[in-house]
Nanobody
Framework: VQLQASGGGLVQAGGSLRLSCTVS????????MGWYRQAPGKDRELVAH???????KYADSVKGRFTISLDNAKNMGYLQMNNLKPEDTAVYYC??????????????????WGQGTQVTVSS
């Protein structure tokens, strides 16, 4: 089982990026997914979170600019980031709670982290 985050890069202020998080393996379903970020010298912080039913929450600093979504059919989650600011520069990580299926048994995977993807916003 793996979480793979992708889509980071270098963008000018005001630009957009879409991050993707792929959950691979014998996935039965994703219960929730969160995007976190960590800037140099700062603690990791929650950016956005979504439940499988569609309920979302966002950090105040990204409300109105970022949108989190989940595609359970594809075992993927996304973070659409618009109107990016230099202070959004950080390594972004996805985190998920999901269920795997193997040999007739379901397993719940909690607090599973993917590797980070760097987002750099230039002024």
């Amino acid at each position: 089982v793996q979480l793979q985050a992708s889509g980071g890069g270098l963008v000018q202020a005001g630009g957009s990026l879409r991050l993707s998080c792929t959950v691979s393996g014998s996935i039965f379903g994703i219960n929730s997914m969160g995007w976190y970020r960590q800037a140099p010298g700062k603690d990791r912080e929650l950016v956005a979170h979504i439940l499988s039913g569609g309920s979302t929450k966002y950090a105040d600093s990204v409300k109105g600019r970022f949108t989190i979504s989940l595609d359970n059919a594809k075992n993927m989650g996304y973070l659409q980031m618009n109107n990016l600011k230099p202070e959004d520069t950080a390594v972004y990580y996805c985190n998920s709670d999901f269920v795997t299926y193997s040999r007739g048994t379901y397993y719940r995977q909690r607090d599973f982290w993917g590797q980070g993807t760097q987002v750099t916003v230039s002024s």
